[in-house]
């Protein structure tokens, strides 16, 4: 399967500051797919990243909140904007294995653990 | 949106016993549904998964079941050893992106 990397693995930072969090793959993947994992819960979908279009976003997450570039089939970022603590979490990045004949094998990356204080 | 109950939120087991997590699932165009593992502090792994052409699948101790029409599938894992306590994640997709249960904890006690 795909190899996965994601930057920063994890920070600290201020209120109402913004971190941008980035993930790097080893093949091309046509998609990649963002998730929160809140401490000691379950994983929940942000939004879809298709390259070479707009970000698809789940509800209750926005594009002003949690932008999202694709600018290649091997790379894309996710950014929390004016964070409060309430967006620490756990980020992750995902990738449908270019592998499978068909759709939906998803692999995760390492992580980005956020602390806001 | 599709909605995914998951049960028990925990589980102990005594190692050698088999284990049963159930998922219920409530959107019919959900067509994928895979399981995951995370170890603590870990990714989560993908264990097993079966779409919905299929009833059963098995990958040595472990093995999924699904029945569309109920809308539930569920993970069997026999013989279980220690090194198979973790959480334990189901979900369900349809063309892109998942939706997942709120977790199992299995404590596979020696």
């Known amino acids: 399967s795909a190899v996965i990397s994601q930057k920063p693995s994890r920070d600290i930072c201020q209120r109402g500051t913004s971190l941008t969090i980035q993930c790097q793959v080893d093949?091309?993947?046509?998609?990649m797919f963002w998730y929160r994992q809140q401490p000691g819960q379950s994983l929940t979908l942000i939004a879809t990243?298709?390259?070479?279009?707009?970000?698809?976003?789940e509800s209750g997450f926005v594009i002003d909140k949690f932008p999202i570039s694709r600018p290649n089939l091997t790379f894309s970022t996710l950014t929390v904007s004016n964070m409060s603590p309430e967006d620490s979490s756990i980020y992750l990045c995902?990738?449908?294995?270019?592998?499978?004949?068909?759709?939906?094998?998803?692999?995760f990356g390492p992580g980005t653990r956020l602390t806001v204080l | 949106g599709e909605n995914v109950e998951q049960h028990p939120s925990t589980l102990s087991v005594q190692e050698g016993d088999s284990a049963v997590i159930k998922c219920t699932y409530s959107?019919?165009?959900?067509?994928?549904f895979p399981w995951y593992k995370q170890e603590l502090g870990k990714r989560p792994q993908l264990i097993i998964d079966?779409?919905?052409?299929?009833g059963e699948k098995k990958d040595q101790r472990i093995a999924v079941t699904l029945n569309k029409t109920a809308k539930h599938f569920s993970l069997h894992i026999t013989e279980t050893q220690p090194e198979d306590s973790a959480v334990y994640f189901c979900?369900?997709?349809?063309?892109?992106?998942?939706?997942f249960g709120k977790g199992t904890s299995l404590l596979v006690t020696p």
């Open positions: 990243a298709n390259q070479g279009s707009e970000a698809t976003y």
């Open positions: 995902s990738v449908e294995d270019p592998g499978t004949s068909s759709y939906n094998e998803q692999f």
């Open positions: 959107d019919s165009a959900s067509n994928y």
């Open positions: 093949s091309q993947v046509t998609m």
């Open positions: 979900a369900a997709g349809s063309l892109h992106g998942l939706n």
């Open positions: 079966i779409r919905s052409n299929v």
